[in-house]
C-alpha cells in the first residue's frame, strides 16, 4: 500500500497502543507492541504537574507485527503484548514510554497513553473533571494510512499515535501553527518555520493541531501546579451515561472538534441540571462524529466523519437515522447547531493569525465588559489586550455574530439564515471580550499544509447554511471573531463558559492575566462543591 507524504507509520523501531483510551480504576490496561528489536523496556509515568514512574519493566521479548493496509480504518489487530493492572491509581493521563534495545538513537523511543477515571458514584468536591479531546487527537492521526484531513472517512483508535502527538521535546514556538511574532520579526504567514521545525524531525502536521502535549499537557501542569485537583476522563466516555454526576465543573481545553450524539447529550443534560461546563478550545463542536465498532469489537473502537461530503455519501442521509450524518452541527440536514448550546460557533469565525485569516492580528482578546467576573483580579480595563504576548487566540477560534449595544458593548445579532427553522442564541449570552477571526477559501490557507483544491471552508460554511457560493453568502461567513462568553441554556440551568481559542493554554504559564482568568473560570466552576 502507498502511503500518504505525510505518515510516519514506522518510522521509530518500536510503537505500540493501548486496548483502550480510558480505563477504571479497578481495570487492566492491556499494550499492544510490535518492534524491529528484540528486547524493550516500558516505563509508564502520570503526568501531571511533574511526571511520576508508577510502574516499570525492562528487558522484555520484542516481536514485530506488521502495520495491516487499513490500519488507519480497521486498526492494527496486534495481539495483546502485556497487561497491567491499574492498582487504584489516581486519575490521570498515564505516559507509557517505551525504549527498543539496540535502536538507533533518535528512533528507538514510542509513545502510547490513557487515562484513569476517577471512582463513579461519589461526589467528587473541589475536583474539576478534564475531558480529552481524544476524538480530535484521532482525526488528526495519519499513523497507518489516511487521518481525517487526507483522505479518510473512518479513524481508528486501534493503533498508535503519530510521533510526538503525546510526548516530545518542548520547544519555544516552532511547533506553533499560529507562532505568536516577536518585536521586530516578519509574520509566519505561511508557517513555514512550523513546517520546517516538523518535518526535520519528521513529525506530522498533527502536532501543530492537537495532542496532549500541545494542549492538554500544558494545562494539566499549570493547573496542578497551582494546586487544582484534576479527575480525567476521554472524549468518548461522554457516550456513558451520568459519567458526569459526580463533578460540578467540566472542562475542555484544546482543540475539541469531534462530538457525538451522544456526547452532546450528555454534557447538554449536564449543563441543564446545573453543571458548569468550561471550554477552552477553539473550533469547538464543529463536526459530529460517529462512534462504531469495527467488526467484533466489543467497544467503539473507530470513528467516522465523512465532513465535506456528508450531505452526499454518508450512508445515512435519507434515513431514520439522518440526524446522525457525520458533517457540520450547524448543517440542515441535522438541524442542531452549536451555538444554541455554545452560543457560538466556528461558522462565524474559525482562523486567527493562520494563512490569509488575519495575518497579522495581534493574537490577544480585546477587553469589553472589563467588569465581569471572569476579569476580577486581572487588573484589566475596557480595550485592554490580553494574552498577545503568547499569542493566546490561534490558530483555530470559536466566534459569534454580534453587534453592539447602545452602550457600545458587544451583543449576539440575528443570524439571517436561510435554513427552514432557524436558530438563535441562548437567550443568557454575555461576550465579554472578542478577537478578529475569518474562515478561509480556496487559495488563502498557509502553504505549508495540506488544503482543500477544490473548495475551503468559506465556501463549504456559505453552501451548507445558505444554500448557494456566491457573493453574499460568502461575506456573511468570511469576517468573523474569536470570543469569550458566558451563557446560560436556562434561569435554572449552569453555566457554558467559552474562551474561543485553541492556543489559549499557551498563556497559561507565562501570563499572569491568563492564569488569573483560567482561575477565575476553576474557582466559579468548583464553588457548588465547597
Not at 460 to 482: C, H, M, P, T, V
Request: aromatic content about 12%; proline content about 5%.
Amino acid at each position: 500500500m502507498s502511503r500518504p507524504a505525510d505518515d510516519q507509520t514506522f518510522w521509530d523501531d518500536i510503537e505500540a497502543y493501548c486496548g483502550k483510551l480510558s480505563y477504571a480504576t479497578d481495570e487492566t490496561v492491556s499494550l499492544h507492541v510490535s518492534t524491529r528489536s528484540t528486547a524493550f523496556d516500558v516505563t509508564i509515568q502520570r503526568w501531571g504537574a511533574q511526571r511520576v514512574t508508577v510502574w516499570e519493566r525492562a528487558d522484555l521479548v520484542g516481536t514485530f507485527h506488521d502495520v495491516p493496509a487499513d490500519a488507519d480504518q480497521n486498526g492494527c489487530g496486534w495481539p495483546v503484548t502485556m497487561e497491567i493492572p491499574v492498582l487504584h491509581w489516581e486519575s490521570g493521563f498515564y505516559l507509557v514510554t517505551l525504549k527498543a534495545q539496540g535502536a538507533a538513537t533518535g528512533r528507538d523511543i514510542a509513545h502510547a497513553g490513557f487515562v484513569v477515571r476517577p471512582p463513579r458514584g461519589q461526589h467528587r468536591a473541589g475536583r474539576a473533571l478534564l475531558v480529552l479531546t481524544t476524538n480530535t487527537w484521532n482525526s488528526y492521526n495519519t499513523w497507518g494510512g489516511r487521518s481525517l484531513y487526507t483522505g479518510g472517512k473512518e479513524v481508528s483508535f486501534s493503533r498508535p499515535f503519530g510521533r510526538g502527538m503525546l510526548c516530545r521535546p518542548e520547544v519555544d514556538r516552532d511547533d506553533r501553527k499560529a507562532r505568536p511574532r516577536r518585536w521586530g520579526e516578519d509574520h509566519d504567514v505561511e508557517g513555514m518555520k512550523f513546517q520546517r521545525y516538523r518535518t526535520a524531525k519528521n513529525y506530522p502536521a498533527a502536532i501543530g493541531s492537537t495532542g496532549w502535549f500541545t494542549y492538554e499537557r500544558r494545562f494539566t501542569e499549570w493547573a496542578e501546579a497551582a494546586g487544582y485537583e484534576l479527575d480525567f476522563a476521554v472524549s468518548s466516555d461522554l457516550e456513558t451515561p451520568g459519567i458526569l454526576d459526580d463533578h460540578d465543573l467540566v472542562l475542555s481545553v484544546g482543540h475539541d472538534e469531534y462530538w457525538s450524539l451522544d456526547m452532546r447529550d450528555t454534557v447538554e443534560h449536564f449543563v441543564a441540571e446545573g453543571g458548569t461546563w468550561a471550554s477552552f478550545s477553539g473550533n469547538t463542536m464543529f463536526w459530529q462524529v460517529r462512534l462504531e465498532e469495527t467488526g467484533t469489537a466489543v467497544i467503539k473502537d473507530k470513528m467516522v466523519c465523512h465532513k465535506y461530503s456528508a450531505h452526499t455519501t454518508d450512508p445515512v442521509v435519507g434515513s431514520e437515522r439522518a440526524h446522525q450524518m457525520s458533517g457540520l452541527w450547524s448543517d440542515p440536514l441535522i438541524g442542531r447547531p452549536e451555538w444554541e448550546f455554545l452560543g457560538a460557533s466556528s461558522a462565524w469565525g474559525l482562523y486567527h493569525r493562520f494563512g490569509q485569516a488575519t495575518a497579522r492580528a495581534a493574537g490577544g482578546f480585546t477587553v469589553y465588559r472589563h467588569r465581569h467576573w471572569l476579569f476580577d483580579s486581572t487588573g484589566l480595563g475596557y480595550g485592554d489586550m490580553l494574552g498577545a504576548d503568547f499569542g493566546v487566540v490561534g490558530y483555530e477560534t470559536v466566534g459569534a455574530r454580534l453587534t453592539f449595544d447602545e452602550y457600545q458593548q458587544p451583543v449576539p445579532a440575528p443570524h439571517h439564515m436561510a435554513l427552514e427553522h432557524p436558530t438563535i442564541y441562548p437567550d443568557r449570552t454575555e461576550i465579554v471580550a472578542f478577537a478578529p477571526a475569518s474562515n478561509l477559501g480556496v487559495g488563502e490557507y498557509p502553504k505549508s499544509i495540506s488544503a482543500l483544491s477544490d473548495q475551503g471552508d468559506a465556501e463549504f460554511i456559505a453552501d451548507r447554511l445558505y444554500g448557494k457560493i456566491d457573493e453574499d453568502s460568502l461575506r456573511r461567513i468570511r469576517q468573523g471573531n474569536a470570543v469569550m462568553l458566558v451563557t446560560q441554556p436556562s434561569e435554572s440551568a449552569g453555566e457554558v463558559i467559552i474562551i474561543g481559542s485553541t492556543d489559549w493554554c499557551f498563556g497559561l504559564p507565562h501570563d499572569p492575566a491568563v492564569a488569573q482568568v483560567t482561575a477565575n473560570v476553576i474557582n466559579r466552576g468548583l464553588r457548588a462543591s465547597g
